[in-house]
């Protein structure tokens, strides 16, 4: 006799784990793949959520004075991922309660953003960050701006039919990295729900990188910055010459 | 053919990043500007971060400029020592300038700053430059003869101590006024991720009364090392400057600048600098007005660079 789990499985994979960003980079299609064992056939719900590495995100409101437009104190927020989707075969609040969702950072409303108020105050400097209160009134407009801005950029994308079956039990799901998207090490969560409730995670990591020239001048630029601003200095120079004798000769 | 920038970190088409460096060089050999005020808004529309693509530009310029000076150096046109005093000055106004810059990005005001500098200075320097190449361009028409040149120089110019000799360029006044002139397009050059050309030509050809011969090659000396300073500084400083979007620049650059510098002769002089106050009025408008519409999103993401 077969031993037959008494729950629903998971398994998946992604296509690749490592998206390298050369010259030509310009955004990457991340696919993943899955199957889910239901012995019972019981209804499953797959819901898979990538996030990319946090960055701290700076935001102003513009007010307008004297005719002007300028931007107020920008505020900042620690904790936020720089690149956010969350795909499903069908609606999230279908799939399972707020509360739930909510306790797995399951979708963007349920991202935690923190302001530095939560943190030892510093001295009190003039150039500070705007500090918006995690109960002030201004911030649900802050983290509403922030989620309205970043989804115009692709950054943050909420999927409802992000999550196809392809067969009986096969899953598909694609992701969009547009190529504004951080670089640096990406976490894939896939859950499994039923009725309601997750029963089954799976983690898998996508390294995002730049690699040959790309890393190369990248990493020269940050480790030795001043000998990098003279090179770029003397490569000016030097070009600007052999121009300039290539031309009389001409 | 698009490509990855690596400081950047977007991805833009390549031919044009070429042409529009050759475009912006041939325009700052032409006229003997850097021609940072045409390349900053357009590369900023193309997507790339405000604060690379005014470090990135510097060294563009960098290159340009040295392109055109070996052209001009060779006709004598150019001013070393008073290129120099300029440089001096220029150079304590780019470090003050890229200080500057920072606490501005910390304040969320730079891009206003930028704007209104831009609104500020092309307005009022393409607007008389309007003015007067028309009104020369009519008085030619009508056959009168050219308004001659005042050639008393203001008085304080030489009422001011610490005078040196310039031998290139007949002059002998105090280093004070090409010493702030300088520090002035230092801090612009910094801001706004210019050379200053627009600036300093007039300035030295109405305050100082450098004569026409000198002054377009001895202006863009003067820019090459602010703008090489301007480039180290960042780079040193914010990890702003994009070798490979420099690259691109440079390589349309140096041949639209030498492709200007001998165009130059075929012009007359008042046509081009009616065409030039157009182009810089043009921009200055484009760049300024921003400020003055309500913005369609109430809220703005600032680039988190320089913290």
């Not at chain 2, 003869?145 to 203001?154: G, L, Q, T, V, Y």
């Not at chain 2, 090659?217 to 703008?227: P, R, V």
Request: net charge positive; charged share 15%.
């Amino acid at each position: 006799m077969d031993y037959v789990p008494a729950t629903a499985h998971l398994s998946a994979a992604l296509t690749s784990t490592q998206v390298e960003v050369t010259s030509s980079y310009h955004g990457e299609t991340i696919v993943l793949y899955g199957a889910v064992f239901s012995p019972r056939d019981q209804p499953c719900d797959v819901v898979v959520v990538v996030r990319g590495p946090e960055q701290p995100i700076r935001i102003a409101r513009k007010v307008q004075v004297a005719g002007l437009w300028l931007n107020h104190r920008p505020a900042v927020f620690q904790g936020a991922p720089g690149f956010y989707t969350v795909s499903s075969a069908r609606p999230l609040k279908a799939i399972a309660a707020p509360g739930v969702l909510q306790r797995l950072g399951i979708g963007i409303e349920h991202l935690s953003f923190q302001t530095p108020e939560a943190k030892p105050a510093k001295p009190p400097l003039k150039l500070g960050p705007r500090l918006v209160g995690i109960h002030g009134r201004d911030y649900q407009d802050y983290r509403q701006a922030v989620v309205r801005l970043k989804q115009a950029e692709r950054l943050y994308d909420q999927n409802e039919a992000g999550v196809a079956f392809v067969d009986k039990g096969l899953f598909r799901a694609q992701i969009a990295l547009p190529s504004s998207a951080p670089i640096g090490l990406y976490e894939a969560k896939i859950y499994l729900f039923q009725s309601g409730h997750p029963i089954q995670v799976r983690r898998r990591m996508l390294n995002v990188q730049k690699v040959g020239l790309e890393r190369a001048v990248y990493v020269f630029a940050h480790s030795r910055p001043w000998t990098y601003g003279i090179i770029a200095v003397l490569f000016a120079v030097a070009t600007g010459y052999g121009a300039a004798v290539i031309f009389r000769r001409s | 053919m698009d490509i990855y920038l690596p400081i950047a970190e977007v991805s833009v088409n390549a031919p044009l990043l070429v042409a529009l460096g050759l475009i912006v060089g041939f325009i700052s050999g032409l006229f003997g500007i850097g021609g940072g005020f045409l390349m900053a808004p357009v590369l900023v529309f193309m997507g790339i971060p405000p604060a690379v693509a005014v470090a990135s530009q510097a060294n563009h310029v960098v290159a340009s400029s040295a392109s055109s000076v070996f052209a001009y150096g060779r006709r004598g046109a150019v001013d070393f020592r008073m290129g120099g005093v300029l440089a001096a000055g220029g150079i304590v106004g780019s470090v003050l300038g890229v200080e500057g810059f920072r606490i501005l990005r910390v304040l969320g005001q730079a891009d206003l700053v930028v704007a209104l500098s831009y609104l500020t200075f092309l307005g009022v320097i393409g607007g008389l430059m309007l003015v007067e190449s028309v009104s020369a361009l009519q008085r030619r028409k009508r056959g009168q003869p050219m308004a001659e040149p005042k050639d008393r120089r203001p008085a304080w110019l030489y009422g001011l101590p610490l005078k040196l000799r310039f031998p290139r360029s007949r002059l002998y006044i105090s280093v004070l006024p090409p010493l702030g002139i300088g520090a002035f397009v230092g801090v612009l050059s910094a801001v706004m991720g210019v050379g200053g050309g627009f600036v300093l030509v007039p300035a030295m050809i109405y305050l100082l009364r450098v004569p026409a011969r000198t002054v377009v090659g001895t202006s863009l000396f003067q820019i090459i090392i602010t703008t090489a300073v301007v480039t180290i500084l960042q780079a040193g400083r914010n990890q702003t400057v994009d070798l490979v979007l420099a690259s691109l620049l440079i390589f349309g650059g140096v041949v639209g600048a030498q492709l200007g510098a001998r165009a130059s002769s075929r012009f007359r002089a008042e046509e081009l600098r009616i065409v030039l106050a157009v182009i810089v009025l043009l921009v200055g408008l484009q760049m300024g007005l921003g400020v003055f519409v309500a913005p369609k999103d109430p809220f703005v993401l600032i680039s988190g660079l320089g913290q």
